[in-house]
């Protein structure tokens, strides 16, 4: 499970233990963290500094492959299909990522 938060981290969680265990504080973010999404071995995640990373979830701890930078405003919706990943921000945007060639 991840999870995004006010304190700019994403968590990583390993839910097969009782009760869930931290696995990774992901602290990459320079704002609070509003939107998630998965993809295989990608997550993104979106913020009120208004970027997307993307993250290599197969590492461990994962790392930031890449910085998505062309919204204007917080990120607060992010939704993926199979070749792209769709953002929405507060300023009424929505911005369409080829998940190919943004890592």
Request: glycine fraction near 4%.
């Amino acid at each position: 499970l991840y999870t995004g938060s006010n304190d700019f981290t994403v968590r990583v969680w390993d839910l097969d233990q009782s009760p869930p265990t931290l696995l990774h504080i992901l602290t990459d973010h320079t704002a609070e963290v509003w939107s998630l999404a998965v993809s295989g071995d990608r997550l993104y995640s979106g913020s009120r500094d208004t970027t997307i990373r993307v993250w290599d979830i197969a590492q461990s701890p994962p790392v930031v492959l890449h910085t998505l930078q062309d919204h204007e405003f917080p990120i607060v919706a992010m939704t993926l299909d199979e070749d792209r990943l769709y953002s929405g921000s507060t300023g009424k945007a929505i911005l369409i990522w080829d998940i190919a060639t943004a890592c």
